[in-house]
């Protein structure tokens, strides 16, 4: 065996077919020779992707991992498969015979030495919550089948919490001591994950003595990493951007501690924060898709498809004031066809510029203040009209209901969201609009939809329009507690102080005298949307929970949070690995 500080190099066998294996750097190759010592094609794993090694014929199951023969080890690694168009990973397991004991123990050691070299960010302990009621109620099962077993075999160790309520989660991020925590692992679904955003930058921003409710404030970003292991309805965060909803391949992810960074919007009613969101702050149809499903939550996953019939059936649309700040459009725009994928240069590019070297931070931040400024009307864009929808998205939001999302072109890391005006048009054209997320044909390359990189959105309710808004918007807030109020799942949009009680949301509890009489006289929400007088004002979906107010502020804040992730990875690259079942053959 030839042993310096960079290369180790030997013959060893896989099965009966004899290798030469090489760990050299960042890689560990092994070569197919022939009888004739001729090299045929090399597997090459990158140690990054290297998930355990083990001594002995080992296998994940613990319990089957007894057999210690002394002359084997046993490499555990990401390998990548198909999963219809995307690029799945699962764990990749090869035996090795060494010649004698001593090598095998020195293979060992080195690669684990490698690992430790080159891996040094990989989470070593995680706090993970399991939803038991999200999506199709598999999180514990799904946690302790396919998610458990890999966690113990790469050597996290790990704290548990089924929660037993909604904002659980939450609660539990921004009270509870976290010291030895490399992040915090959700199972579940959108809902589960927004838990984890808000207690995350909650705690961040508390710590840091940062008011979150000043819209004009630059956030600090957070160093607890999220990881989303898919076990909900949508699961359009996790599919956004790791580009599946798979849970071994997402934790694969958090167990070789990816880091992708993700643009988190913060939403405001009069100068207090309401929530946070990264995939969609909606208003119009999927606000009012979101209000009829929250109703049929009994169905499961397919609640949206019934209640997106339903509404689409309704053929509402609503008047609004948009306002919006455009995104420098010399760096990227909405309709570039640039998808963003792991790697990605526009994000990269925007890194430099969001967070500039330090001794500049005091300047950006002047400057950020200014734009955000109410008062610097010059570079706002202001638009007024009658809309079936207005979506706001960080990212592209694409989900396995639509593969390509809100917003294919959109940039998880830019600093920047899509703003996507879908003016009143006939019931076949915002079907065309619709369907265009289900296919390959641009649904921006429609007469009336309009889109934007933006930076910041304020909505209001045209002047005049105020006398009914009041009416509507407290009919809402109590058509919205009534669907918090269905068996089991409440929404996370209740109010509770927090710790000390400084950081307190403003959400749906939150009522003006008078409400609670209102309330009495609940009505049916589909029955407000198809009969009677159509209702003046839609209801905000944001991320999978209804907002309480119809006039808000949104801003972008680039690069606020980071996933166990990497992107999407590059399509292409993949049809390569075919080949190999996914690891680079070179030949
Ligand atoms: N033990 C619990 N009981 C009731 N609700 C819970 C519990 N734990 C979490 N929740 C709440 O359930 C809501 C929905 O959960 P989750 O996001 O996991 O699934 P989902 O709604 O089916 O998926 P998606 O959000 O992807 O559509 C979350 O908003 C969360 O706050
Ligand atoms: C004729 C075919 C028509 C098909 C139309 C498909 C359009 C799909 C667009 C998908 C957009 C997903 C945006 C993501 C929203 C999530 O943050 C949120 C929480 O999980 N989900 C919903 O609100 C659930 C919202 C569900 C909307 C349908
Ligand atoms: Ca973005």
Known sequence: METDSVKVDSSLWV??????????????????????????????????????????????????????????????????????????????????????????????????????????????????????????????????????????????????????????????????DLTGFDGVICVGGDGMFSELLHGVIGRTQQEAGISEHDPTVMLQSCDLHIGIIPAGSTDCVCFATVGVNDPVTSALHIIIGDSQPLDVCSVHHHNTLVRYSVSLVGYGFYGDVLAESERLRWMGPLRY??????????????????????????????????????????????????????????????????????????????????????????????????PKGLSPAAHLADGTGDLILVQDTDPLGFLTYLHRHTTSKDQFDLPFVEVHRVKAVRFTLPPGEEDDYHDEERERQSITEGAQGTPKMACNSDVESYGDGSQQYLAAEQEEPGMKDRRRKRRNFLCGLCCSKPPAVSVWNCDGELLPYTEIFCKVHGQLVRLFARGIEDEEGHEENKSCKGRCVLH
Not at 342 to 360: K, N
Request: charged residues 25%; positive net charge.
């Open 305 to 402: 498809d019934l209640s997106g019939c339903l509404v689409y059936l309704c053929n509402r649309s609503y008047e609004g004031v948009v306002q919006y700040l455009p995104a420098d459009p010399q760096l990227s725009s909405p309709r570039d066809n640039m998808r963003c994928l792991s790697g990605c240069r526009v994000c990269s590019e925007s890194t430099e510029m969001l967070f500039p070297h330090s001794d500049s931070c005091s300047s950006l931040y002047s400057r950020q203040l200014s734009q955000y400024s109410i008062g610097s009307e010059g570079e706002w864009m202001s638009v007024e009209g009658r809309y079936r929808c207005v979506s706001l998205t960080c990212m592209s939001s694409s989900c396995p209901r639509s």
């Open 15 to 176: 099965g009966t077919k004899r290798y030469r294996a090489v760990l050299s750097g960042w890689y560990f190759n092994w070569t197919e020779l022939d009888k004739k010592n001729r090299e045929k094609k090399t597997i090459s794993v990158p140690i990054s992707e290297v998930v355990a090694v083990a001594e002995g014929k080992a296998e994940v199951q613990p319990q089957k991992r007894a057999e210690d023969t002394d002359r084997d080890f046993t490499l555990f690694y990401v390998n990548r498969t198909r999963g219809g168009k995307r690029a799945l990973w699962c764990l990749g397991r090869t035996e090795f015979c060494c010649p004698s004991r001593d090598l095998r123990d020195q293979w060992v050691t080195q690669l684990r030495t490698a690992l430790k070299t080159h891996c040094p960010s990989r989470p070593r302990r995680l706090l993970v919550f399991v939803n038991p009621y999200g999506g199709k109620k598999r999180a514990k099962q799904v946690y302790r089948s396919l998610v458990a077993p890999l966690f113990e075999l790469a050597g996290v160790s790990t704290h548990v919490v089924v929660t037993e309520r909604a904002n659980q989660a939450r609660d539990h991020i921004l009270k509870k």
